[in-house]
Nanobody
């Protein structure tokens, strides 16, 4: 069973930066699509960025392109999301997610429907 634990959320002023981390365990294969999602109050959960555990599969939502960077440290089984130039509209609960093996990564597949494993979430609040 894949387990995901996020950390690194907090409160920051607009224009600031935060780095989220997601510690993963329980993998039995080598090619999972990993992603960051976010959900603001009364809004749908939306994909923010994706990456394959084996590399590649990079994808970003238009709203974060150029400001956020997804990366991973496979030696530490940890996924990251570096968030720069934060805006008030980035305020949301951020979730780490993993697909089952073989599921494509990014684009139309950056939907919560394709992800089976979820962390508990970490809150990001950006004040203007």
């Amino acid at each position: 069973q894949v387990q995901l634990v996020e950390s690194g959320g907090g409160s920051v002023q607009a224009g600031g930066s935060l780095r989220l981390s997601c510690a993963a365990s329980g993998y039995t294969g080598t090619r999972y699509c990993m992603a960051w999602f976010r959900q603001a109050p009364e809004k749908e959960r939306e994909g923010v960025a994706t990456i394959y555990t084996s590399g590649g599969g990079l994808w970003y939502a238009d709203s974060v392109q150029g400001r956020f960077t997804i990366s991973q440290d496979n030696a530490k089984n940890t996924l990251y999301l570096q968030m720069n130039s934060l805006k008030s509209e980035d305020t949301a609960m951020y979730y780490c997610a993993a697909s089952r093996q073989g599921v494509p990564c990014g684009g139309m597949f950056a939907s919560k429907l394709y992800f089976n494993y979820w962390g508990q979430g970490t809150q990001v609040t950006v004040s203007s």
